[in-house]
């Protein structure tokens, strides 16, 4: 072995009729051009021929690049899941099917990808609904991985009338309805707490109050005179 891929396993034995047998003797480390040594006190040492060490079968699925935020609408980097091996080495023989899936969408599979050497890359993912958001990677046969939550913001914003347009009322009278709108984003994502939303009309009148501040659903209302 050697610092970075030591050898693992029981190291010494005893010799029986002049052979000693090593039967737990692993290296975690793919590479090629390892050389097992031997040595005995007294004896000539003896070397092997040299070996490869090739990364194992596919245990667990691993987040490479993930979004540590988001915003709504907006295409994300790339996503990349790596199948690894029992000792975490990539697991380069693994081309199975890969699913990706977000909590804000259900747990419904967004994209599938195969692997290639180990490696699926998702691209092109956008995500509507703001708030929190956690994406898993499951394969058949293998670990899934949970990757960390992360926040969506909302995107663009805009004031949307929800109710009380339209109306007709006396000079001087408060109109019946109250005026009601929205501030949010494209997608429907309302923004909660937004203050100084201000009303004001072309043509005269006042509103009470001329502004307030949206509820949790992103709307504030008033009633006009």
């Known amino acids: ?12 034995a005893a010799a029986v009729a002049g052979v000693a047998t090593f039967g737990d003797l692993h290296l975690n480390v793919p590479n090629s051009g390892y050389v097992l040594a031997a040595s ?10 040299a070996f490869a060490v ?7 699925l691993e987040f490479g690049s993930y979004p540590s935020s988001a915003t709504a609408g907006q295409t994300l980097d790339p996503i990349t899941v790596i199948a690894r091996d029992a000792a975490g080495n990539v ?22 990808a195969a692997a290639v050497a180990g490696v699926a890359t998702f691209g092109g993912i ?7 958001n956690q994406f898993v990677a ?23 009338l929800v109710s009380g347009g339209g109306q007709t009322g006396n000079a ?9 709108v929205m ?4 997608f429907g994502n309302p923004a909660a707490g937004m203050g100084s939303i201000t009303f004001t009309a072309s043509n005269g009148g006042s509103a009470s109050p001329a502004s307030g501040t949206t509820s949790a659903s992103g709307q504030v209302s008033t009633t006009w005179t």
Request: neutral net charge.
């Open 1 to 12: 072995g050697s610092p970075a891929a030591p050898l693992l396993g029981t190291l010494t």
């Open 40 to 49: 005995a006190d007294g004896l000539t040492g003896a070397l092997s021929d």
């Open 54 to 60: 090739l990364p194992g079968s596919a245990q667990r």
């Open 91 to 112: 697991a380069t023989s693994f081309t199975g099917t890969i699913s990706l899936a977000a909590a804000s969408a259900g747990a419904q599979p967004l994209r599938t």
């Open 126 to 132: 956008r995500l509507t609904q703001a708030g929190q």
């Open 138 to 160: 499951t394969a058949t046969g293998v670990a899934p991985a949970n990757g960390a939550p992360f926040n969506v913001n909302s995107g663009p914003l805009s004031v949307l």
């Open 172 to 180: 001087g009278a408060a109109l019946a309805q109250p005026i009601v």
């Open 183 to 186: 501030v949010a984003d494209a």
